[in-house]
């Protein structure tokens, strides 16, 4: 399976992008240097996908930090804390009980390293609270899968209909569709499309 490490990775999957699309040709040298995002492997990871759903970055980055703050940063931390301290931090009634059960899973960070795609992503939705995107978003980023696209972003289908000036916003199955021909760097599409999100609309589309 291809992994994303370093720049090379992002600038071999960029050039593949741009022989495949005069849109991406055109539109990839005004983006500069795409971002690597990488994150740590494990719980953290996770914590922090599932802390960002439904919210804005800034709101995350706020709760994450009191998190911190409060000895809630880790699996140990979240199984021993109350509900009220969690609630405390700032985070929802559901997305408290979603990271104590995840906490309380014992899941085997490590060995998803070795599993294809899709069986990373039945183990993950198996935990609380993680659906598709938030799985595929571990995939992308924590281990750096190099072909994984999360097609139920709002972000990337706003930015596929501002760069393809689309009449409307594609659904997920629609954008699975456009984003064929990506194969196998649409992790690097996806990070492209987040940049040209933040370049058109001046807000981070990802955190």
Not at 60 to 72: D, K, P
Not at 171 to 177: F, K, S
Not at 187 to 197: G, I, N, T
């Amino acid at each position: 399976m291809r992994v994303i490490r370093d720049a090379s990775d992002l600038a071999e999957g960029a050039a593949h992008l741009a022989r495949v699309c005069p849109v991406w040709a055109r539109t990839l040298p005004m983006l500069g240097p795409l971002p690597l995002r990488r994150w740590d492997e494990g719980f953290g990871s996770i914590r922090d996908a599932v802390v960002s759903q439904q919210i804005s970055t800034s709101a995350a980055a706020a709760i994450l930090r009191r998190m911190a703050e409060a000895g809630l940063a880790d699996e140990a931390g979240i199984r021993a804390a109350t509900d009220d301290q969690l609630r405390a931090a700032g985070l929802s009634r559901p997305k408290a009980r979603y990271l104590r059960g995840i906490a309380e899973a014992g899941l085997d960070w490590p060995g998803l390293r070795d599993l294809e795609d899709e069986a990373v992503v039945a183990r993950l939705v198996a935990l609380p609270g993680i659906g598709r995107w938030t799985a595929e978003i571990y995939l992308k980023f924590a281990l750096g899968r190099a072909d994984v696209f999360a097609s139920a972003d709002l972000a990337l289908a706003e930015a596929v209909r501002l760069l393809y000036d689309l009449p409307e916003r594609p659904g997920p199955r629609a954008l699975v569709a456009l984003a064929e021909p990506w194969r196998p760097w649409r992790a690097v599409a996806a990070r492209a499309l987040w940049a040209y999100y933040r370049h058109a609309k001046g807000r981070e589309g990802i955190r």
